[in-house]
């Protein structure tokens, strides 16, 4: 099998996040960049959108769940937008990286990055 990828970068989102009370009063801005590992050999034999993923439909639900937020900390906002991900059934693996660039005094950003894999052993609900 090969590993194929399906990117979506610089999704710009916003949400209310962090630990300090100021930010739990607005949103601010973040910059989210995906990576899903998969398969893509069948969807491009097939023409077929059912074997890849629809990423106009995902790209919607990360923009939702970040909008709709309510995690004090980056760290659980990349978990949920990953697990996400990985309800598409072809997905093997998501990178993810979350940009927060309001919450650096000195630099241009600060951020997490995180990498999931499918466990092939847990049930789907």
């Not at 999704?11 to 300090?20: A, D, P, Q, Y």
């Not at 995690?71 to 949920?80: D, G, I, P």
């Not at 093997?92 to 999931?116: N, T, Y």
């Amino acid at each position: 099998m090969t590993l194929d990828k399906i990117f979506i970068h610089d999704l710009r989102v916003e949400s209310v996040i962090g630990t300090r009370p100021e930010e739990r009063k607005i949103s601010q801005p973040l910059r989210l960049d995906m990576e899903l590992l998969l398969d893509l050999s069948a969807a491009g034999r097939s023409d077929d959108l059912e074997k890849s993923v629809n990423y106009a439909e995902l790209e919607q639900r990360l923009v939702k769940l970040a909008e709709d937020n309510s995690s004090l900390l980056l760290e659980s906002l990349a978990e949920r937008l990953a697990d996400t991900a990985l309800e598409y059934e072809p997905v093997l693996e998501v990178r993810l990286a979350i940009h927060k660039p309001m919450a650096s005094a000195f630099g241009a950003d600060i951020g997490v990055e995180i990498v999931r894999k499918r466990d092939f052993g847990a049930k789907k609900p």
